[in-house]
């Protein structure tokens, strides 16, 4: 392993594509925690940070042979925004704002929080240009934490009815919200 430490990345790179594991490691100890600090600054979790750089060296290795890299260090982190970006999809949106409003509380600068009290804001407005119905849902969801079950039985609706407001809902939350968000956040 010795002979490859000073060898460039398109060395490396070509020493992987023939199945040089040794060269894989190289690659891997240079740019893990880089890589790992880059997924934690869009996921806000070093577990979810941790997983989403595994998953990339895990998929640059089986799939070495496909790969046509000109810079490794840009196809890693590409590659690294792609499935943090990935898995912040997977969240429900409103936890992306939760995660920033977390940021936002403990870093308490003046901006900041004027940036929260609009956000705020615009959330309360955003609601109250609901139907009535869909406000209780989302309240009874995730202002009282109760289930889509619970919630169709106390407002005697159907539970693929609750489901539907609430995707309806975070759908207007989140097309509404998201640009402000991102604005600020990057």
């Known amino acids: 392993m010795d002979r490859l430490d000073k060898k460039s990345d398109d060395t490396l ?43 990339v060296f895990f998929d640059f290795w089986s799939r ?18 792609y499935q943090s970006l990935k898995q912040l999809r997977k969240l429900p949106s409103l936890d992306i704002y939760e995660l920033r409003f977390q940021d936002i509380l403990q870093e308490n600068t003046t901006e900041e929080a004027i940036y929260l009290k609009q956000l705020g804001d615009r959330l309360e407005q955003q609601l109250g240009e609901l139907p009535q119905k869909y ?8 202002v009282q934490n109760l289930s889509n079950k619970e919630i169709a039985t106390k407002l005697q609706l159907s539970q693929r009815t609750v489901e539907w407001y609430l995707h309806t809902i975070l759908k207007h939350l989140k097309t509404s919200l998201t640009a402000m968000v991102l604005f600020f956040w990057f």
């Open 64 to 81: 070495r042979e496909q790969h046509d890299i000109m810079s490794l260090s840009g196809f890693l982190y590409q590659a690294v925004r």
């Open 13 to 55: 790179v070509t020493y992987i594509k023939e199945g040089d594991r040794d060269a894989f490691n190289i690659v891997f100890e240079r740019y893990w925690e880089d890589l790992c600090h880059a997924a934690y600054k869009l996921l806000k979790d070093e577990s979810s940070a941790k997983d989403v750089v595994q998953e």
């Open 135 to 142: 406000r209780t849902v989302f309240e009874m969801s995730r």
